[in-house]
């Protein structure tokens, strides 16, 4: 079984940046796509970015150009900065690893953007 911890919330202004970090424990995560979700308040749970073992990113279409994902395998780690928050980016963010069809996720790491 793989854990998942998320971590690098926090409290930023509109136009500042943020990386957060999803550290796994329990097993490597060198040969999976990790991807990145967020929720906010009252809404469903979307995607923001994937990467896959060999470092192929997707992104939605609201963080392209802002945000970029990236992993350190020899950490078990994968990171997500965030530049130029905007508001609508609040939300927390999840870390997710899919094998065979089961959803592994983290806790979340909670994101506000002040206007």
């Known amino acids: 079984q793989v854990q998942l911890v998320e971590s690098g919330g926090g409290l930023v202004q509109a136009g500042g940046s943020l990386r957060l970090s999803c550290a796994a424990s329990g097993s490597n995560i060198d040969f999976d796509v990790v991807g990145w979700y967020r929720q906010a308040p009252g809404k469903q749970r979307l995607f923001v970015a994937s990467?896959?073992?060999?470092?192929?990113?997707n992104y939605a279409d609201s963080v392209k150009g802002r945000f970029t994902i990236s992993r350190d395998n020899a950490k078990n780690t994968v990171y997500l900065q965030m530049n130029s928050l905007k508001p609508e980016d609040t939300a927390v963010y999840y870390c997710?690893?899919?094998?065979?069809?089961?959803?592994?996720w983290g806790q979340g790491t909670q994101v506000t953007v002040s206007s």
């Open positions: 997710n690893v899919r094998r065979y069809s089961y959803d592994h």
């Open positions: 990467i896959t073992q060999g470092g192929y990113t």
